[in-house]
Nanobody, 125 residues
Framework: QVQLVESGGGLVQAEGSLRLSCAAS????????MGWFRQAPGKERQFVAG?????????YAHSVKGRFTISRDNAKKNTVHLQMNNLKPEDTGVYYC?????????????????WGQGTQVTVSS
């Protein structure tokens, strides 16, 4: 059983920063690709960033490229972070951590096998 627990969300002013973390537990989880998604009110869940199991490759949505950085704990590989800088009101939403047991990095949410409960990020203008 794989479990993902997000933390680090909160309320921040525009141009501020937040750092989200995802703690993963379960067998083989250190070999899974990981991703971050977000869902704004009334909108579909969208891909934000992804990272391979080794941490050697990353992928970002165009809207966050240059502002967000995804990283993986080098020692344990079971913790993934999302550093979010220069936040904008349109970054507001529930942020979910997800794990993919099969693919290196994919942007489609239906490819991911496991999901966390989500953490709220609110950016005020």
């Amino acid at each position: 059983q794989v479990q993902l627990v997000e933390s680090g969300g909160g309320l921040v002013q525009a141009e501020g920063s937040l750092r989200l973390s995802c703690a993963a537990s379960g067998r083989f989880v250190t070999t899974y690709a990981m991703g971050w998604f977000r869902q704004a009110p009334g909108k579909e869940r969208q891909f934000v960033a992804g990272i391979t199991w080794s941490g050697g490759s990353t992928d970002y949505a165009h809207s966050v490229k240059g502002r967000f950085t995804i990283s993986r704990d080098n020692a344990k590989k079971n913790t993934v972070h999302l550093q979010m800088n220069n936040l904008k009101p349109e970054d507001t939403g529930v942020y979910y951590c997800a794990a993919d047991a099969v693919n290196p990095i994919v942007e489609g949410q239906f490819e991911y096998d496991y999901w966390g409960q989500g953490t709220q990020v609110t950016v005020s203008s």
